[in-house]
């Protein structure tokens, strides 16, 4: 499509001019941009609230763990410890999968713990319209703007009659459609501005993850401008501008609302159904005893262990042992649970994976897929985030419950320990405590952001690509 | 009874409405199918567990289930499972059932550091909510109103066939009010019909299959009216379209989502948090103070072990599962609190009905269908009633030193369903009934004015 750029600059002109006239579009516009503005503001105290909340917990629940008396150890491992997942800072932008997801877990020694007290669990079901976000209204409400303003763009001038018109002046069809295109682009931009506008406060001032919060910007400039184009291009074949109204209205409905409710329940029946926790704990449960009993002395696992540990330690007897050996095989057994425990998880998540893998195929059918996919991703509150909260979770219950189990063998006496056997409280202090790393999410997801971003280019492309034949239909109906 | 044949046979000769009707059928119907299938799926897992369940409580028999078996030993690790059937109304409203957990298994400590558990839950795809008919009736069906509705007199108009309607001698609005009548009743049989078939199917009782199909009725009542009201208006059928899909955003995703976001933060619920942390405490504190000041408390709460609660100063499976008890008296005063938040959030959300149709039908169609947080609550009050027959059912065996062998364990107690928690609120009813009405009162008044 060439068009020339100062007739496609005017055309532009003359259409923001108009839509600037337009006093329904402009109240639209400010209540939108209020909406955004508004629910950014909102979600950074939010999110604020929650992360002080969930940091003031962390800080008691660990202070409360050093103020334990003198105990045994494996008491210890059974007082446990409260790990809560703090919440990232794009968190303000798109909640994610977070008030989905437990953000609490108690860790113990032979034992996972699931993550509990996620927020819609313990919520009305007003929680399931939909939580007020900055992503929510850029997803849901924003194309209903970019169609309210561009439906009518090339069907009202067909309306008026002044597409014949305007030919009849000289201006070419591809002039004309690139310029409104130009001018409903630009519009989509403006729409963005308020998000724009906290991404890059939230950047500039450190708070945010720069490359995150630009890369979020430019998925949902994607998305709108795929809106904008869809949107002048219907306008473009529609016979009347209400005709135009409607198919595009219904385009959303299927894109933004229906398509998204009825994938999860397909990929639920097509796909394996995952395992609960129930069935998952008993089946570790039995692979433990397959193992071995540990109080079992005829035990064939235990008994290798055991001539190991002589061997190693240059003993006959476990009672010549110069550690405790009841606190040995308490940490032998607690590696091999967490090895099944990690085997179980990677299985559980990989079944997880293929339900989802289902639904982010379908980014091709609605591009709101894609951008959800991308949009969770950048902001740190998407499924893998989560999956990655759990894996360091279980990586430190191992070092912790460990750390304990080694001051048991070290310092309980393996023989005539007495009745009640104690270790000094001051040995609790030196138990590390949960330091959660937050993940980098363009290295934890950058192949899935890469993919998202992909989808939504050729999206946009596609859209644009039509443009050509559109304008030779304008070109003929207007002769 | 002519006069609407004749007006069916005109609206369905519009390609565009005769399509939304038949779409809206088709949804209807594919969302009743997979809540059928969806509660179905969900009753084969609850079977499912308990045959895995099964296995593992006879491995526990064989294990502790020896002639001189020590009930503690059995008490702590045996799992009694308990779970929660979808009712059978479910399948239209599956509500929180896709993140609540509905198999859940206990044992005879402290139930508080139990209860909570999360069970898998796919949450990418809990994310979007479940395409169930409360689904289709809340969003899809006030839109399929829309489309019927708002050209109702601009389409005559711009047609150019008004002044000849205006002329016919009729009482002025009767013709409008019979036409949104013809397309309410349209709306209303594509998407109650297969409700109707799946609630057969379903066998679920005719009460809650009319209070339902009542508040479907309401909340269709509602949109037809509103749309009576914007098209009797006199604009032309693309503003109104705009005007009524304005509407349906700012009642169904705007105001619904700025309440939650008020709620969370109005109604805290971190109680939650801070009860399993109390309960912690409790309990652990408890090894390090003399066994007296765990079992005078309990002694006091169950007199008829007094006399064998006696113990000394090593570890004892009585002293221990005492310990367990106090640690949950402990936090009850917490734990009241904690469901009262749950609760105040619950009744905010039925009183926002008044402001929001749809959130006023999304509560309403859950608590028939039993399938929200209260419902959930209620699982959670008969899981607690069950652990209490547990420590009626082991705490004879550990005071009384019996040995807890193989038959002890076929006489576990096993838990029993509770029964629907179902019923009808009083005030998102009433709410939807106002609003319903003043919108048919608006359109009529409307619909007199657009003649005369």
Redesign the interface.
């Known amino acids: 499509m060439s068009g020339r750029p100062s007739l496609v600059g005017r055309v532009a002109r003359e259409e923001w001019r108009a839509l600037a006239r337009n006093r ?1 579009a402009v109240v ?1 516009g400010l209540i939108l941009a209020v ?1 955004l503005a508004g ?1 950014a503001l ?1 979600c950074v105290e ?1 999110r604020n ?1 929650i992360e002080a ?1 969930r940091e003031r ?1 962390q800080a ?2 660990d202070r ?1 763990f050093d103020l ?2 003198d ?1 045994h150890p494996h ?1 210890m491992v ?3 410890q ?1 790990v809560f997942r703090p919440l990232s800072t794009l968190a303000f932008f798109d909640r ?2 977070d008030s ?3 953000h ?1 877990v ?1 860790l113990e020694g032979h034992r996972q ?20 976000t900055p992503a ?1 209204v850029l997803q ?2 924003a194309p ?1 703007l970019v169609i ?1 303003l561009a439906y009518g763009a090339v069907a009202s001038e067909r309306e008026r009659g002044t597409l014949r018109l305007l030919a009849a002046q000289g201006l070419g069809a591809s002039d004309m459609l690139a310029g409104k295109l130009l001018a409903h682009g630009g519009a989509a931009g403006l729409i963005l501005a308020p998000a724009a506008l906290a991404l890059l406060i939230a950047a500039l001032l450190g708070w945010a993850p720069p490359g995150p919060a630009v890369l979020l910007l430019v998925i949902y400039g994607l998305y709108l401008a795929i809106w904008a184009v869809m949107a002048v291009l219907v306008s473009s074949l529609a016979r009347r ?2 005709d135009a ?2 198919l595009l ?1 219904s385009i959303w ?1 299927v894109l933004v ?2 398509i ?6 397909a ?3 097509l796909r394996t ?11 570790i ?2 692979d433990l ?1 397959k193992i071995g009993d540990s109080h079992d002395p005829d035990d064939p696992y235990f008994s290798a262990f055991k001539a190991k540990i002589l061997a190693q330690y240059g003993v006959r007897r476990v009672e010549d042992l110069p550690v405790q050996w009841a606190g040995l095989v308490g940490m032998e057994g607690e590696r091999l649970t967490s090895q099944l425990f990690d085997r179980y998880a990677r299985e ?1 998540f990989a079944r ?1 994976q293929a ?2 893998r289902f ?1 982010r195929g379908f980014g091709a059918v609605s591009p709101v897929i894609a951008l959800r996919q991308a949009s969770m991703s950048l902001a740190g509150t ?2 893998e985030s ?1 999956q990655d909260f759990l894996d360091q979770v279980e990586r430190y219950r191992y070092a912790f419950v460990q750390s304990l189990n080694r001051m048991q063998v070290e310092q309980i006496p393996n023989q005539g320990a007495g ?2 056997p104690r270790i000094a409280a001051a040995n609790w202090k030196r138990v590390p405590s949960f330091a959660y790393v937050a993940p980098d999410v363009l290295r934890l997801a950058g192949g899935r952001i890469a993919a998202n971003l992909a989808v939504l280019i050729v999206w946009l492309v596609a859209l644009l690509a039509l443009c050509a034949p559109v304008a030779r239909r304008l070109r003929e109906d207007a002769r | 009874m002519n006069r609407f044949r004749y007006e069916l046979r005109l609206l369905l000769r519009s390609r565009v409405a005769a399509a939304a009707l038949t779409l809206l059928l088709v949804l209807s119907a594919v969302a009743v199918g997979a809540g059928l299938s969806a509660s179905a799926r969900q009753t084969a897992l609850i079977d499912r567990v308990a045959t895995a369940q099964a296995r593992d409580f006879a491995a526990a028999t064989t294990q502790y289930g020896k002639p001189d078996g020590e009930a503690g030993y059995a008490a702590y690790y045996t799992f009694h499972l308990t779970s929660d059937r979808p009712s059978s109304l479910a399948f239209a409203a599956m509500g929180q059932r896709d993140i609540q957990p509905y198999v859940l298994r206990v044992r005879l400590l402290g139930l508080q550091a139990q209860l909570y558990e999360t069970e898998t839950v796919n949450p990418e795809l809990a994310l979007p909510g479940p395409f169930d008919f409360a689904f289709v009736l809340i969003y899809l069906a006030p839109l399929a109103v829309i489309v019927l509705m708002h050209d109702l007199v601009s389409g005559e108009r711009e047609a150019g066939r008004l002044r000849l309607l205006s002329a016919l001698p009729v009482t002025p609005g009767q013709l409008w009010l019979r036409r949104a009548g013809v397309r309410l009743m349209l709306v209303l049989l594509a998407l109650l019909g297969p409700f109707l078939v799946g609630a057969l199917v379903a066998k679920a009782p005719i009460w809650g299959v009319a209070i339902l199909s009542l508040v479907a009725i309401l909340y269709v009542a509602f949109w037809a009216g509103l749309g009576l009201m914007v098209g009797a208006w006199g604009r032309r059928s693309a503003f109104n379209a705009a005007t009524l899909v304005g509407c349906w955003i700012v009642l169904v995703l705007l105001v619904p989502a700025l309440a939650n976001a008020a709620l969370s933060r109005a109604i805290p619920v971190g109680r939650g948090v801070d009860l399993t942390l109390a309960q912690r405490e409790a309990v652990h504190h408890a090894w390090d103070v003399p066994r007296e000041a765990v079992m005078a408390p309990f002694v006091a709460k169950h007199p008829e072990w007094k006399d064998k609660a006696r113990v000394g100063g090593g570890f004892h499976w009585k002293w221990y599962y005492a310990m367990h008890e106090m640690g949950d008296d402990g936090v009850a005063g917490q734990v009241a609190a904690y469901r009262a938040s749950l609760a105040a959030r619950q009744a905010w959300t039925e009183r926002l009905g008044w402001l929001s149709p749809a959130a006023a039908a999304q509560s309403l169609v859950h608590r028939v269908a039993d399938s929200d947080l209260q419902a959930h609550l209620a699982y959670q009050d008969n899981v607690t009633a069950f652990h209490r027959h547990l420590q009626d059912f082991y705490y004879p065996y550990l005071f009384s030193e019996r040995p807890f062998t193989r038959k002890d364990f076929a006489r576990a107690p096993v838990y029993a369903p509770r029964g629907s928690s179902s019923s009808t609120p009083v005030v998102p009813l009433l709410a939807l009934l106002v609003l319903s009405l003043s919108a048919w009162a608006g359109g009529v008044v409307g619909a007199r004015r657009t003649v005369s």
């Open positions: 329904v639209a909406l629910s909102l939010q609230a909340s917990h008691s629940s409360q334990q008396p105990r008491r059974h007082y446990g409260f994610g999968v989905f997801t437990g609490t108690f713990n699931s993550a509990n007290f996620s927020e819609a669990r313990q919520s009305s079901l007003l929680l399931r319209f939909g939580e007020l929510f849901t409400l209903l309210f501008s209400r109204l409607i209205v409905m609302v229906l998204p409710r009825t994938l999860p329940e990929a639920a029946r159904q995952t395992l609960t926790r129930i069935e998952t704990d008993i089946a449960h039995a005893n559980a997880e339900q989802n639904v998407d499924i989560h009745e009640d």
